[in-house]
């Protein structure tokens, strides 16, 4: 399984990313939950988003409104569009994914099968 994830950069504060995780070995991909996660220097690893094989997506608190995850099944990739980009957005972003992960269990990295070795956000004030 491998997980390349792209999209990361240098912007603004203001500006906008769109982060790309291909996804393979994954089989059938539309089966598993995909999620963001990012770590920023010094901090502990924090969830950012996640979408189920049904579509349902959830997110922290402190991206919501502003970061949309999405998916596409016949490119086994999932998207994230970050928006309003603020520099505490700064931080290694990671794609995860996982087959049987429960809903309760969607925020916790522990319970993720395959990581991807992160893209690069940074956000200048």
């Known amino acids: 399984v491998q997980l390349q994830a792209s999209g990361g950069g240098l912007v603004q504060a203001g500006a906008s990313l769109r982060l790309s995780c291909e996804a393979s070995?994954?089989?059938?991909?539309?089966?598993?939950?995909m999620a963001w996660f990012r770590q920023a220097p010094g901090k502990e690893r924090e969830f950012v988003a996640a979408?189920?094989?049904?579509?349902?997506?959830y997110y922290a608190d402190s991206v919501k409104g502003r970061f949309t995850i999405s998916r596409d099944n016949a490119k086994n990739s999932v998207y994230l569009q970050m928006n309003s980009l603020k520099p505490e957005d700064t931080a290694v972003y990671y794609c995860?994914?996982?087959?049987?992960?429960?809903?309760?269990?969607?925020?916790?990295?522990?319970?993720?099968?395959?990581w991807g070795q992160g893209t690069l956000v940074t956000v200048s004030s």
């Open positions: 995860t994914a996982d087959r049987g992960i429960i809903l309760s269990s969607l925020r916790r990295g522990e319970y993720y099968d395959y």
């Open positions: 070995g994954l089989t059938p991909f539309n089966s598993y939950t």
């Open positions: 979408i189920r094989y049904s579509g349902s997506t």
